[in-house]
């Protein structure tokens, strides 16, 4: 903690102005007081956070989902078991597969197949950019039609 020595100014990290910081907060304090620009650091720094530890949510979906149909199965009142409805549809015979493989490794597999597809997905939005940026450095004619251009007034 600073003593009763100066703070010296800095800027805000989200809206670039100079302030003094709380001397309270001291070197801390990384935004100017308005409601506003903590709201973004907060934001920024938790999507951060989100980035970094992903694993543990992932481990959490998989765990709660394969509580939900082991809970399903110990109780005989219910119907057979079913494995939770994801939040996308998947157009896969749901009954067919758990009937041969059984409920939970259902869930598994289909883990599985939601984080393959999303990898997938990654690296071909990755693709894109790149020949996108490719195509922006061919010279202009190649990509138009040139229409405008063969016609003469």
Known sequence: MTTNSYIKKRPC????KWF????RVGTRQKTCGAKECQNKWHAKKC????RQNCAY??????SKKLQTVQNQESSPEKSPSQPPESGKTVKLPREVIQDVIGAQQFVIAEYLA???L???QEVIRLQR???SREAERLPQRVNSRCDSQKRSP
């Not at 990290?13 to 670039?16: A, E, L, S």
């Not at 999507?47 to 989100?50: A, E, I, K, P």
């Open 129 to 131: 950019c790149g020949i």
């Open 20 to 23: 003094v910081p709380n001397p």
């Open 57 to 62: 949510f992932q481990g959490n979906y998989l």
């Open 114 to 116: 939601r984080v393959l």
């Open 118 to 120: 999303r990898s997938v």
């Open 13 to 16: 990290r989200v809206c670039k």
């Open 47 to 50: 999507s951060q956070w989100n």
